[in-house]
């Protein structure tokens, strides 16, 4: 019985190390496909809702508009009663949804009246309960909220606390919301008086 001593060939190595190279472009190709996934299921996730909230508040006397938070890691979309909206006091949990975890929201506030600036701030992530009120805290904010006049679905403009100004309160509306995600973003522009 005669030992086979021969060893591995050039050409076996390089398919070998060509396999390799292909498994890991596809693991590599198939993480951002799933990124851009999430991002893009978030994005319909969002317009939906928004849509939804806003319809809803234009013909029902119970709707005020929409709330946007982080809740237990996620994202999370809810609907507000015109109480709430009124008074900028989220404290009822109800038709809420989330979108993909890892999703990080900035939403642009634009103070109405006053000095009509507008601020970038960056949705801060909390634990499991809805935020009480719209608190701005060293550029991040708990909670956003497009409250929705009933029968045109022109935003109004909602209060919210800014902790750096010494607790100072003022008007706001959201005029631009990004979903971001591992380097790509979707950008959506809100005109207050159309919605």
């Not at 109800?94 to 890892?102: L, T, V, Y």
């Not at 970038?120 to 409250?147: K, M």
């Not at 509306?173 to 971001?180: N, P, S, Y």
């Amino acid at each position: 019985m005669m030992k086979d001593n021969r060893g591995i060939t050039l050409v076996e190595i390089i398919v070998v190390i060509a396999i390799i190279a292909i498994l890991a472009g596809g693991a590599i190709l198939s993480t951002g496909m799933i990124s851009t996934w999430q991002l893009n299921n978030g994005g319909k996730s969002f317009e939906m809702f928004y849509s939804k909230s806003r319809l809803q508040a234009m013909a029902k006397a119970d709707i005020g508009g929409m709330i946007i938070y982080q809740k237990d890691g996620k994202v999370t979309l809810g609907m507000a009663t015109k109480e709430e909206m009124n008074f900028s006091a989220f404290q009822i949990n109800q038709k809420e949804i989330s979108i993909p975890s890892g999703i990080v929201i900035t939403l642009t506030l634009e103070e109405v009246g006053g000095t009509g600036l507008s601020q970038e701030y960056i949705l801060d992530p909390l634990g499991a309960d809805r935020p009480a009120n719209p608190i701005v805290n060293a550029g991040t904010l708990n909670i956003g909220a497009f409250n929705f006049k009933k029968g045109t679905g022109a935003q109004i403009p909602v209060t919210y606390t800014i902790t750096s100004g010494g607790g100072a309160t003022g008007e706001y509306h959201i005029t631009k919301i990004v979903l971001g995600l591992k380097g790509k973003a979707i950008v959506y522009r809100i005109e207050p008086t159309t919605g």
